[in-house]
DNA sequence: CTTCTCACA
DNA sequence: TGTGAGGA
């Protein structure tokens, strides 16, 4: 099948489908004319690599676990033992991520709430609005 | 009409 | 990642 086809049968964008192939996900094959080809398991990969990508995982990464990636109907498997130390390692990145995020917020918050040494501007802006 | 590459107010 | 140009 043609890019088209790929496209409207996964709901990635014809430009996402040519970035994975740029990024070593897929390799379709190619028609005199150039056009790519796609064989009909490339609808599984791409449904793989979208549910990586939504996991957080950069493309990369996922370039080196899909092909020990197994489908169960459900969702995704790891199908090689090998594989967990590096999922694992993928999910304490998110934690670190998120207790960045979560530090931020917390100084956001501090300034957010900080009442200012000379607060008349402030004040009158408040009353301005509550009435 | 569909796809391709390349470039970017 | 979207979008549009310019071609096949």
Redo the contacts with the bound molecule.
């Keep these: 099948m043609?890019?088209?086809?790929l496209?409207k049968r996964t709901g990635?964008?014809?430009?996402?489908?040519?970035?994975y192939e740029a990024q070593g996900l897929l390799s379709?094959s190619?028609t005199p004319?150039?056009?790519?080809i796609y064989a009909e398991s490339d609808v599984d990969v791409v449904r793989h690599v979208q549910t990586l990508?939504a996991a957080g995982l950069n493309t990369a990464f996922i370039k080196e676990v899909l092909p020990c990636m197994v489908d169960t109907g459900e969702g995704l498997a790891p199908g090689c033992p090998e594989l967990l130390p590096h999922l694992q390692k993928e999910r304490a990145r998110i934690t670190m991520s998120i207790d960045g995020l979560a530090t931020a917020r917390t100084l956001l918050d501090g300034v957010i709430s900080a009442t200012p040494p000379d607060n008349t501007e402030y004040e009158a802006w408040v009353a301005r609005r509550t009435g």
């Design positions: 043609r890019i088209g086809e496209a990635a964008s014809e430009r996402s489908l040519r970035y379709p190619r004319a150039g056009y790519r990508l």
